[in-house]
């Protein structure tokens, strides 16, 4: 066993070294990769998104909500809308967007402050159910064109980013919503990581923890769960705004729009690891992976797998993942990250740097 | 009402209290019923600054239930609670420890998940003021954490805890646990403490070191105590003043000798199996 200490030339040599292989990952992607798998890439980042900000609400501080599908419907409508009726540039939205969900997300926080558990989850699940039907709804067609959905709401001409080149067509296009992606998946990671390392972060795990024991350690309940709902919304919608952009269309029936986007939240952020900065991101990838090797399965109806899931007519991935899911909450309660963490404790131990001002005796 | 002191070299205090006639305390004709059961029936008493408080009583007294009124978990049926002249009726139960007061808790209320340092830092809340904004835009969220970090560390280090700092605080034992209890209400900078049961599980031993911790700690922070405990002998030995209670009524009050002899208290323990 290795033991290096926290802040110490070894720790950072070693987190140097994961942020540069990480970096040659994402920029070797885009430039080696054809451009659908580019895009799924770019899939598994809106996931992440999603799912990362559903860890502040859940993992990090015990709220069960079922309707993060609705945040990221809101974000992707909010988006459209902007784009379509009022000629905004698609850049923009994600800002508004942010700020609507985060409003939204502060009311459906409301119930939090009273109920929990189960009738939290009854209730979120109500708005995920009620989201679609809304946007369906008659009288609000003028806006959100029912059923129909909205469409084409892509960026007529990608930006130009000096950094980039030159991106031309569909090829171009798909490398640069795989920037655009990163950049928010890395912005929601900072927001959440700057969150959990923080006071307001450590009342959202004391939250969890013992609600009462919170409150009397001098947190505010009401503020504290309206507030990390609403961050929580906007961060979601950031990643509604990216499938729309990225698609180019959103309507009820839209992928994570519905219910079913909920249920994936949850189950990505749950292998991949609850209550860890880390865990939503894994989830993401390791959702996508399973999503495009199984995808076929349905059609093919060949081999174990086949066998086993060639009657589900869509991709079988979320039934895997939730097979998955059963057994990680027995092997790996903190998902993938808290057995790698475990894992690698075996090998690599940080010692933490000393707390207090006295010297360590 | 948030107190952003820079660290500070040891754990000490800063002396706030003013006008000295009036009590830290004053709990007048206060009455809660759950239902058809009077937890606490009409009592009053109060407590002076400075001073140790020991609150005792046989089972099902009634005394966790005090504590939870003054820590505003649970709303009385009617009565007063008054602190340094303010109505803390008034206040929420996220407002006193911004007030300068602090608990443990009886059956233990630790966020099992958080290392021990962790849980003081909670306990350090409203010794801070980073809030959902300046932690997203990093705005003194680092400076805040290592002054609240090395705050609970010297805290842990002063309870014997030190070595344990980074230990997740479910699983260890029962007795160590009680200890972080205090840590924990300590790192809020109280002027006004209120302990549930802290020799609970303790040896024999132990418990006469918990009761020189009290006092030490009494001193160090200039404290004023409420102390609930099942052993006498600790309680009589620390005390200023003892309050005894059964069905919720004050039974008597006076100092440890006084409360000691009172017949009705004796009774009241004959009768109960302590
Ligand atoms: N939340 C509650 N709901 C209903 N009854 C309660 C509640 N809390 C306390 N009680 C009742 O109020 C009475 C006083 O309980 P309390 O816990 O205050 O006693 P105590 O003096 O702390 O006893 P112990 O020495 O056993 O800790 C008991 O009869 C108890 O059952
Ligand atoms: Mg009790």
């Known amino acids: 066993m290795w033991k290096i200490h926290e802040g110490s030339a070894r720790h950072w040599m070693i987190r ?17 990769m054809s451009s659908s798998r580019i895009g799924q890439v770019t899939d598994a980042f809106i996931l992440m ?89 008659k009288k609000l067609a003028w806006l959100t064109e029912g059923s129909m959905g909205i469409d084409s709401v892509r960026y007529e001409d990608v930006p130009v980013w000096p950094i980039l080149g030159e991106l031309k067509g569909r090829e171009g296009r798909a490398v640069f919503m795989f920037w655009l992606g990163l950049i928010i998946v890395i912005v929601t990671y900072l927001v959440c990581r700057g969150i959990v390392k923080s006071r307001f972060g450590r009342a959202l795990v004391a939250i969890r923890d013992n609600e009462t024991a919170a409150a009397v350690m001098g947190v505010n309940l009401t503020t504290t769960k309206v507030l990390v709902f609403g ?18 269309v959103i309507t009820p029936d839209g992928q994570y729009v519905t219910l079913l986007g909920s249920i994936v939240f949850l189950l990505v952020m749950i292998v991949g690891g609850a209550g860890t900065l880390w865990g939503p991101i894994v989830g993401g990838l390791v959702y996508v992976l399973l999503d495009n090797t199984t995808r076929d399965i349905g059609t093919n109806d060949s081999g174990i797998l086949g066998t086993l899931f060639g009657w589900a007519d869509q991709s079988p991935a979320t039934l895997i993942l939730g097979l998955v899911l059963v057994i990680i909450m027995f092997a790996a309660p903190y998902g993938l990250v808290g ?16 707390a207090g001002t006295a010297k360590p005796s | 009402m948030a107190n952003p002191r820079g660290a500070t070299g040891t754990v000490e205090f800063v002396n706030t209290t003013d006008s000295a006639n009036v009590p830290l305390l004053d709990v007048s004709d206060v009455t809660v019923k ?103 835009a990093r705005i003194g969220a680092a400076r805040e954490n290592r002054r609240i970090r090395d705050w609970s560390g010297d805290l842990l280090a002063q309870l014997g805890l030190a070595r344990f700092a980074h230990v997740p605080a479910a699983g ?3 007795g160590t646990l009680k200890r972080l209890e205090i840590a924990r209400a300590l790192a809020a900078r109280p002027r006004f403490l209120l302990m549930d049961e802290p020799a609970a599980g303790l040896t024999h031993s132990e418990v006469d070191e918990l009761g020189d911790t009290v006092l030490q700690i009494r001193r ?55």
């Open chain 1, 339 to 354: 057995l790698a963490k475990r894992l690698s404790r075996k090998v690599v131990v940080v010692i933490p740097r000393p």
């Open chain 2, 34 to 136: 759950f239902g058809g059961i009077v937890a606490l029936d009409g009592l009053s008493f109060s407590i002076d600054r400075g001073t140790i408080c020991g609150l005792i009583g046989p089972n099902g007294a009634g005394k966790t239930t005090m504590f939870n009124v003054v820590s505003r978990i649970y709303e009385p049926t009617s009565g007063t609670v008054k602190y340094e002249g303010r109505d803390l009726l008034a206040v929420p139960a996220h407002g006193i420890a911004h007030l300068g007061i602090a608990r443990t808790f009886q059956n233990l209320a630790l966020f099992p998940t958080m290392t021990l340092l962790e849980n003081v830092m909670v306990g350090a809340h409203s010794q801070g003021s980073v809030g959902v904004w300046r932690a997203i």
């Open chain 1, 231 to 248: 961050v929580s919304a906007a961060l979601c919608a950031l990643a509604g705004v990216l499938s729309t952009l990225k698609s180019g």
């Open chain 1, 16 to 32: 140097l070294l994961g942020v540069a292989v990480l970096a040659f990952v994402v920029v070797w992607i885009p430039t080696q």
């Open chain 1, 49 to 137: 998104i999603a799912a990362m900000s559903l860890n502040l609400v859940l993992g990090f501080t015990g709220q069960i909500s079922i309707g993060h599908s609705a945040f990221f419907g809101v974000g992707g409508y909010t988006a459209a809308i902007l784009i379509k009726d009022h000629g905004w540039s698609p850049g923009y939205t994600f800002y508004v967007a942010a700020v609507v969900a985060f409003v939204v997300g502060c009311v459906v926080a409301l119930p939090a402050l009273r109920i929990r558990g189960i009738y939290l989850a009854l209730v979120t699940l109500a708005v995920a159910v009620l989201f679609p039907t809304l946007v369906r709804w």
């Open chain 2, 220 to 274: 160090d922070f200039d404290l004023t105590v409420l102390l609930v405990e099942h052993h006498m002998s600790m309680v009589m030995r620390i005390s200023d003043k003892v309050v005894a209670m059964e069905f919720g009524r004050k039974i008597s009050e006076g100092t440890p000798d006084q409360v000691r002899n009172d017949p009705k208290v004796v009774a009241a323990y004959l009768g109960a199996d302590a």
């Open chain 2, 172 to 174: 260890l034992p029962f």
